[in-house]
């Protein structure tokens, strides 16, 4: 009888420390690219060239704010604050990187697929993935019909997030 109500208590500190670690690296990661890319956009393409590393600092911080939720017991809650940012942020892609459409809606669906499989319980889990799938069918969509804005885009600056992704699934224990 132990083991069987140990066994949610085990899950749920489990999904805590998953999700304490993916708002720490992503927080951490996307601060990095932020840094190192944000003079080298702005070198090229001036302010113009800083729309992307906007989008990947406010996701950055917002992991921050998630970690610190979730530090404080509150795990829905934190990834939540992340996997929300990440999707409305998201929408503003196919204006920043024009003509890249599938390969960012994909990473979007990909990334909260990721994070909300080791840290959600299903039914959330489930809602999230459901979002992402329809944010990135919005993300290719607005890609083909919308007119080029003008942004200054390459890849190099806007799919590095993409590299980074296999790096931050968290390990498990069977």
Known sequence: MTNQSSKPRQQEER?????????????????????????????????????????????????????????????????????????????????????????????VLIFVAGISSFTLPTKWATRAIIGAFVIAIIITLTDLFLPDFGLPTRPSYTNPIAIMRPEMKPKTTG
């Open 15 to 107: 999904r805590k420390q998953n999700a304490l670690a993916i708002t720490l690296i992503t927080g951490v990661l996307f601060a990095v690219v932020s840094v190192i890319l944000g003079p080298i956009a702005y070198k090229e393409s001036g302010i113009g060239g800083l729309w992307g590393v906007m989008i990947t600092s406010m996701v950055s911080l917002s992991a921050f704010i998630g970690a610190i939720s979730i530090s404080r017991g509150r795990v829905t809650r934190g990834i939540g604050v992340l996997i929300i940012t990440i999707l409305i942020m998201s929408l503003a892609l196919p204006v920043v990187a024009h003509g890249q459409g599938v390969a960012l809606g994909t990473m």
